[in-house]
DNA sequence: TATTAATGTATCACTATGAAACAATAGTAA
DNA sequence: TTACTATTGTTTCATAGTGATACATTAATA
């Protein structure tokens, strides 16, 4: 196992992903936990030299998550200073690496660009990368303490997808083929931190002409069943 | 006058910006016009090597335009590869530059982070750097074509700057200290680029308690004088 | 067949918004 | 002084959206 060639990726240069998922209660994020350190921090990775950006996002996502054209959204870009760290990269190399040289490209400054992913937690099987042992999901509220600038990252993310919520329908990765419209509810209740009203929920919705009827789901409950719903594929 | 110092700036790492200005009619952006090429481009720059990204952004937006502590929001990172052409810096340089050597920094690729600035047209100085002989306002409507994906960028800047004008009351520094409710309106209808109804416009900036009303200004023509407006501001 | 619990829908009050009318006023001209 | 005009400030009205609540429906069970 060797460190990462400086000639094939772009010094300087990161992206860091919060990777959202659903556990049909909670948000939860993918965190990794690196090698006989006990520290924690976002999944992400470096720029290929002839690699566009995204590409190097999705292709991060899909080596972490096994997942493919998954909705990803750029948020921000961090580049304050608080962000250099070279002691705590340097342990995180050494616990893994036998020889690590004095100087290298991974121990200096490095600007990062923030993306967000939805998927559907059931379908994920995360694989820890060469310099983690683990890679799991945390409830977005019981977040640890993460390496660099991490925790403020997972909090601006979280910020942006509440207040854009409405306007991306993005859910559509969060939940399975079909759902019912309390399991949807759920999903925005989850994001946004908060109950919703249930009627006025379904209205809106609804109204959005999104949503596409399905049989009902007779789940063996002594009650009313719920239809199923799926989002309307635009042709 | 020589090249910038390698060891002085992060490699690979630039920002651009999309300053907008108000003509009291129009909305303008500021471009630079490289010497000897006749090519345009938006005001950009790198990042030293102990400083912080929106510090460096803030630097070069004082030096261009005279201007210090300006809203300045971070919009979008760009990162295709459609970026790299290292020709046209090369030409840039060459225009400027007695001897350029074959291989340099400026000439590889770089992914670049996107902020716009809203200031007020009338105190702005522009002061061309020294690869540019002008620097000067062009209306949104019209801007040239522009090296590298500078033209896609303004397009970006211009959305971003619609769908989150009302919650960021950004006119700020679009306008003189105190103002008009019909000048108020005309920022608003030359960054949304459509009319709005008087009326409503006025009932919907009074509804939001950000204005405070001041004396009427008496301009000599035959009707009702306006009130002068200024921004609260929240102490 | 009544009961229960969850779901689907309707109602009502209130707020926000577009369109239009009305009212006020600073200057000009008769 | 008195109309007149142009612009600004305010109101009104119809309509759409939203939060809170009630009502209606229905799948299983007792």
Redesign the interface.
């Known amino acids: 196992m060797s460190l990462p060639d400086s000639t094939q990726y772009?010094?300087?240069?990161a992206y860091d992903s919060v990777i959202f998922g659903f556990s049909g209660e909670k948000l939860k994020i993918l965190l990794m936990e690196y090698h006989n350190t006990g520290w924690f921090a976002l999944p992400g990775g470096f720029?290929k030299?002839?690699?566009?950006?995204?590409e190097?996002v999705n292709r991060g996502l899909k080596e972490r998550t096994g997942l493919d054209q998954i909705y990803l959204e750029?948020f921000?870009?961090?580049?304050?200073?608080e962000r250099v760290n070279p002691e705590a990269m340097r342990k995180i190399l050494e616990a893994q690496h036998k020889e690590v040289p004095s100087r290298h490209w991974l121990f200096e400054?490095f600007?990062s660009?923030g993306y967000y992913a939805l998927i559907d937690y059931t379908k994920v099987e995360a694989k820890p990368d060469s310099l983690s042992d683990s890679i799991d999901w945390y409830d977005v509220g019981e977040v640890p303490q993460l390496l660099f600038d991490h925790n403020y990252i997972v909090e601006k993310a979280l910020e942006h997808l509440r207040t854009h919520l409405d306007q991306k329908l993005l859910s559509v990765n969060l939940l399975p083929e079909r759902f019912t419209m309390k399991e949807l509810q759920q999903v925005y209740e989850a994001i946004l931190g908060e109950k919703q009203n249930r009627a006025n929920f379904q209205r809106k919705m609804l109204s959005l002409g999104i949503l596409e009827r399905h049989e009902k789901l007779y789940s063996g409950g002594s009650h009313k069943a719920p239809f199923l719903y799926s989002f309307h594929t635009r042709s």
């Open positions: 772009l010094p300087h240069i720029v030299v002839n690699e566009p950006l995204d190097a750029q921000h870009t961090f580049g304050s200073l400054r600007i660009v």
